[in-house]
């Protein structure tokens, strides 16, 4: 089982992109996930996993995880830059970090775990996090207007380097806010971004050639699409194409290249 909603707080949605339940039956306990600039907190609710409650930072190397942990797990997917206000840390402090929930929340994150662990129904489950979440969240902080601005602008596929003559804003300032907002500087997160959408477009049956693919995404040739995947995930776009996965982002045991 699999359920997904988003936040129902205004507040919280303008740090939080979505909730997930999971509760599932695994035979493998090694998996990879490929990195992403999105922090995530995770929340083991299953009596064999008590010790996973942590912070995820963002990430921008690939890393393993033992899906045996997450059998019955809850989790928060954060907006980028969102981390940082989670922690009340710079954002470069986090990439490829995890952060207990105890070292965040204080002592009181043990008691809110175990109310988690009483109840079954997910929205409800959902409707707690939302709930926990608006009274440690505040409307008082605003995200540096041209990094939201520079995200979106590589969203939409403008070059790392082309983005603060895009923005009429000072290149060094842009580049310090960015890093200390997301965690990751301007060309890795483009490069991040890019490799994600190739991932996603690798993994969804279609008769497009791998080159069409890449020129499509702004590489340039399939060659740099290649090494781009490679690099982030650690398998070659093939593989990729030939392990099409529910979870677009995980690989599981067995697969290489």
Known sequence: MLATRQPRSRLVARFVSSYWYCQLSVSHNVEVVF?????????????????????????IKPSTIDP???????????????????????AKNLVDQEIELEDIWGPEAAGFIDQLRCIADPDQLFDLLDAALQQRLSHEYVFDPNVIAAEQAIR?????????????????????????????GLKSYSRLYRFRAA???????????????????????????????????????????????????????????
Do not use: W
Request: proline share 7%.
């Open 199 to 257: 991932v996603s477009r690798l993994r969804t049956p279609s008769n497009e050639s791998m080159s069409m693919i890449a020129a499509s995404l702004g590489y340039a040739d399939q060659a740099h699409l290649t090494r781009e995947v490679k690099a982030f995930s650690g398998v070659t776009p093939g593989v990729l194409r030939s392990q099409p996965s529910t979870s677009p982002h995980h690989l599981l045991p067995g697969n290489s290249g």
């Open 156 to 184: 939409h596929g403008i070059g790392a380097g082309q983005i603060p003559s895009a923005l009429q804003t000072d290149r060094r300032k842009l580049a310090q806010s960015f890093s200390e907002t997301v965690g990751l």
């Open 68 to 90: 045996t942990q997450q059998r019955r797990a809850i989790g928060i997917s954060l907006r980028v830059g969102a981390a940082s206000v989670f922690c009340r840390e710079n």
């Open 35 to 59: 990195p992403s600039a999105q922090g995530q907190l995770v929340i083991g609710l299953h009596p064999a996993s008590p010790d996973l409650s942590v912070l995820v930072g963002p990430s």
